[in-house]
């Protein structure tokens, strides 16, 4: 059976990096879709780390967004080329049980990434706090609103963990200041076309919005400018800690955003997977903690949004 052409490619542009005849341990990267920029970024963080530790890197990606069916093919593949470590962001916490349940029984060590799988053994993971971070930024938001005034949310994607949490956080959030107001509360679906109908609307329905809270950076770009294109004003924060975010926080058009980097994720993923199969000693689980930006610190971050530079699992670990 043929393997999806994104993945040829993947292999391509990987085997390019290294030197001719390099002999190094091989991972194979399980990622979700090749259109989303979130999974972009882990691939390339995966690269940009793999070249660093002499990894020989392999991408497994389904042409379909988020497709079980064909993600479990991709592993049916994967494990029959023997590499020495899988790095695994399920398309489906639930449906690709069955498909780990496989590496496992093939001896393959398994790293979870993104989403936390409901089954399966895993030597390590690295997986973000969705409802940390949507807290965290959350209180960036209403400090700087001086504990008062009326907010909006701009929630993402209803069925997923990542907007239920974060959501679940920014709530949280608003319970600590009682004197801001919920104005109302929406999908965007993680995009910018239905987070600008929901802004348009609010603007219509609220004559005083004082600040937007939302689920990932694109819906934050799109109220930033929804808001600006209508003449009004409103701190807003988003998640994500992208290069786009950082450009709007120098604008003045956005307050903050925090990091959910798949960058970060695929950076120290691999690092992870160098180390387990070079018997070092691994975290059995990496929760990434918080980490906020802003005008006063994105200096710190650029490099991580413009992937340009990896962190390290000693830097994550110490903060």
Known sequence: MKRPIPVLIALAMTASALPYGASAESIAVFTKNTTNPFSKAIRTGADFAAKKLSIDVSHYVPTTADNAAEQTKLVDDAIAKKPDLIVFD???NQKMVPAIDKMNAANIPVIEITDRAEGGKFVSAVLPDDYQLGLATARRLLKALDGKGNVVILEGIPTTTTSIERVKGFNDAI???PAVKLLA???GNYQRRPSQDAMEGWIRQFPQIDGVLAANDSMAAAAAE???KRNRKALVVGINGSKEAIDLIKADKMLATGEFN???I???AVEIAARSLRKQEVPKELVLKPAIYDKANYQQYEARAEMR???????EMKN
Do not use: I, N, R, Y
Request: charged share 30%.
């Open 90 to 92: 399920p398309v489906e």
């Open 175 to 177: 319970k600590e200041f």
């Open 266 to 268: 695929g950076c120290l």
């Open 309 to 315: 530079e990896c962190p390290t699992l000693a830097e």
């Open 262 to 264: 798949g960058f970060v």
């Open 185 to 187: 509360s929406k999908s």
């Open 226 to 228: 929804t808001l600006e």
